[in-house]
């Protein structure tokens, strides 16, 4: 039986001028833009997990902003002064993230990333090398740097890979750590006085008289405004967005003795990744192999997929190394046809900011302040 809610709980636990459904990265960053600029705002965030769910603590730590083959299919998708305008924003935001936190806080290490190209995929290689000075000069005057991709097919060896024809380097992208970037923000937030209940899952939203509703599983709480940063989630209260849950599958490795392979690295139009962490070996991806078999909300490996990453792993990547798989997880990203997040105004009182494609680290932080802003002036 649950215990009734008490005068004092009801006051000063369940109400409040801004509810954020959603602790992840997009929600954080909301809270703490509207607590900067409304200190005296009481705002809290409902968390369904124990730990933020999704992909905000379980994704690879990319600091990235696309790799040419896939700027190639977003420019298809959107044309070119829209994808001139995601890039922009991916850049800001992430230099909007190492400036709230910190690069030492995020273990930010900038040692560049790598588009990896088979034998098998030489066609797709040369539209890509084709289009190296394209997308530099898209860039150039948003990353201020005149070659920030090019050919480095003289590190193939270097990192020891196999059947590898071609390497694109790009020198700005980086890495950073996860847990420790979450950690931050949550400790960023409730120092502010954000208050943050997890395992509190919002089932149903109501208006009531001047108010807005949230029903829980631990309650009914009271707001005035209500942001839904739920993301891959958001169809459960707002179901008729266009937003589609996308698995990724992960694993890492053991640690692996003087490991050669230092950066971030794209395969297969961005379908596969993988990078250093602590001597190890982190790779993520192959939900092209199962499209809709991956669109789901629901966490879990596929034997399918977890063998592709282990034949990339011992065929690719750690051909010589002898390797032991230590972990594997999953985390839920969103997508949708329009490759621009969606941040705006459901009705009177309900905000949304979802869908960052995938590019959650680097879409997050922006993403936050932008949702805040819509919020801002109606407190």
Same mark, same amino acid.
Request: glycine share 8%; charged share 20%; aromatic share 10%.
């Given at each position: 039986?649950?215990?009734?809610i008490?005068?004092?709980?009801?006051?000063?636990?369940?109400?409040?001028?801004?509810?954020?459904?959603?602790?992840?990265?997009?929600?954080?960053?909301?809270?703490?833009?509207?607590k900067?600029?409304?200190?005296?705002?009481?705002?809290?965030?409902?968390?369904?997990?124990?730990?933020?769910?999704?992909?905000?603590?379980?994704?690879?730590?990319?600091?990235?902003?696309?790799?040419?083959?896939?700027?190639?299919?977003?420019?298809?998708?959107?044309g070119?002064?829209?994808?001139?305008?995601?890039?922009e924003?991916?850049?800001?935001?992430?230099?909007?993230l190492?400036?709230?936190?910190?690069?030492?806080?995020?273990?930010?290490?900038?040692?560049?990333?790598?588009?990896?190209?088979?034998?098998?995929?030489?066609?797709?290689?040369?539209?890509?090398?084709?289009?190296?000075?394209?997308?530099?000069?898209?860039?150039?005057?948003?990353?201020?740097?005149?070659?920030? %991709?090019?050919?480095?097919?003289?590190?193939?060896?270097?990192?020891?890979?196999?059947?590898?024809? $071609?390497?694109?380097?790009?020198?700005?992208?980086?890495? $950073?750590?996860?847990?420790k970037?979450?950690?931050?923000?949550?400790?960023?937030?409730?120092?502010?006085?954000?208050?943050?209940?997890?395992?509190?899952?919002?089932?149903?939203?109501?208006?009531?008289?001047?108010?807005?509703?949230?029903?829980?599983?631990?309650?009914?709480?009271?707001?005035?405004?209500?942001?839904?940063?739920?993301?891959?989630?958001?169809?459960? #209260?707002?179901?008729?967005?266009?937003?589609?849950?996308?698995?990724?599958q992960?694993?890492?490795?053991?640690?692996i003795?003087?490991?050669?392979?230092?950066?971030?690295?794209?395969?297969?139009?961005?379908?596969?990744?993988?990078?250093?962490?602590?001597?190890?070996?982190?790779?993520?991806?192959?939900?092209?192999?199962?499209?809709?078999?991956?669109?789901t909300?629901?966490?879990?490996?596929?034997?399918?997929?977890?063998?592709? #990453?282990?034949?990339?792993?011992?065929?690719? $990547? #750690?051909?010589?190394?002898? %390797?032991?798989?230590?972990?594997?997880?999953?985390g839920?990203?969103a997508?949708?046809?329009?490759?621009?997040?969606i941040?705006?105004?459901?009705?009177?009182?309900?905000?949304?900011?979802?869908?960052?494609?995938?590019?959650?680290?680097?879409?997050?932080?922006?993403?936050?302040e932008?949702?805040?802003? #819509?919020?801002?002036?109606?407190?």
């Amino acid at each position: 039986m649950k215990t009734a809610i008490s005068y004092w709980e009801q006051q000063h636990f369940f109400t409040y001028e801004v509810i954020i459904v959603g602790s992840g990265i997009v929600g954080l960053n909301a809270a703490i833009s509207i607590k900067d600029k409304n200190p005296k705002a009481r705002v809290a965030i409902l968390e369904r997990g124990f730990l933020p769910a999704g992909a905000s603590t379980k994704n690879a730590g990319f600091a990235c902003f696309g790799s040419i083959s896939e700027l190639i299919e977003q420019e298809k998708n959107g044309g070119t002064p829209l994808l001139y305008q995601l890039i922009e924003r991916r850049w800001k935001g992430l230099l909007k993230l190492r400036k709230l936190l910190g690069d030492d806080v995020l273990s930010y290490h900038n040692y560049g990333g790598y588009e990896l190209f088979k034998k098998t995929d030489l066609q797709l290689a040369d539209v890509c090398v084709a289009k190296i000075s394209h997308f530099n000069e898209l860039i150039k005057d948003i990353v201020g740097q005149d070659q920030a %991709f090019k050919i480095s097919n003289s590190k193939i060896n270097t990192f020891g890979f196999r059947d590898v024809e $071609i390497l694109i380097e790009n020198q700005l992208e980086a890495q $950073i750590d996860t847990g420790k970037m979450m950690k931050a923000l949550i400790q960023k937030a409730t120092a502010s006085g954000v208050m943050i209940y997890n395992s509190c899952e919002v089932t149903e939203l109501k208006e009531e008289a001047n108010h807005q509703i949230l029903v829980t599983n631990q309650g009914n709480f009271k707001a005035n405004q209500i942001l839904l940063s739920t993301n891959a989630f958001i169809k459960d #209260l707002l179901p008729d967005l266009d937003v589609v849950p996308g698995r990724g599958q992960v694993i890492i490795t053991q640690p692996i003795p003087n490991l050669n392979i230092k950066g971030t690295f794209h395969y297969d139009k961005g379908y596969y990744y993988f990078r250093n962490i602590d001597n190890r070996v982190l790779l993520g991806g192959g939900r092209n192999l199962d499209i809709k078999g991956e669109e789901t909300a629901a966490f879990g490996e596929s034997y399918l997929i977890q063998s592709a #990453l282990k034949t990339l792993l011992k065929q690719v $990547i #750690l051909p010589d190394t002898p %390797f032991e798989i230590e972990q594997s997880w999953s985390g839920i990203m969103a997508f949708g046809n329009d490759i621009y997040p969606i941040v705006k105004a459901i009705r009177p009182g309900i905000f949304c900011a979802v869908r960052c494609n995938g590019m959650g680290i680097a879409m997050g932080s922006q993403t936050g302040e932008d949702a805040a802003n #819509l919020i801002l002036p109606f407190l």
